[in-house]
């Protein structure tokens, strides 16, 4: 199952965002994404197997520069991890 994330699913990114994104800690993942998810911009998903979460991917709008486009905004895949199970 794939579901879209609130606020309540922040800790569960950053745990499985830590995973790739280790130069940093928990609890700063668990704010970059409280903002995300809180955003009208930006949207993450959560991918679950047997009701556990197992990864996500993190899309946004871009309205800086993005290599390869030649207009603003643009949907932009900023992130995206599954995890070995």
């Not at 903002?35 to 996500?56: H, L, Q, R, T, W």
């Not at 991917?57 to 905004?73: F, I, K, M, W």
Request: glycine residues 6%; negative net charge; charged residues 20%.
């Amino acid at each position: 199952m794939i579901k879209i994330a609130t606020p309540n699913d922040t800790r569960i990114l950053a745990e499985l965002a830590i995973q790739m994104w280790s130069n940093h800690t928990v609890s700063e993942l668990e704010a970059d994404f409280d903002e995300i998810v809180n955003s009208n911009e930006a949207v993450c998903f959560i991918k679950y197997v047997d009701d556990v979460p197992v990864g996500f991917a993190q899309c946004q709008l871009r309205h800086d520069y993005v290599e390869g486009t030649h207009s603003s905004p643009v949907g932009y895949l900023e992130g995206i991890f599954a995890g070995v199970r």
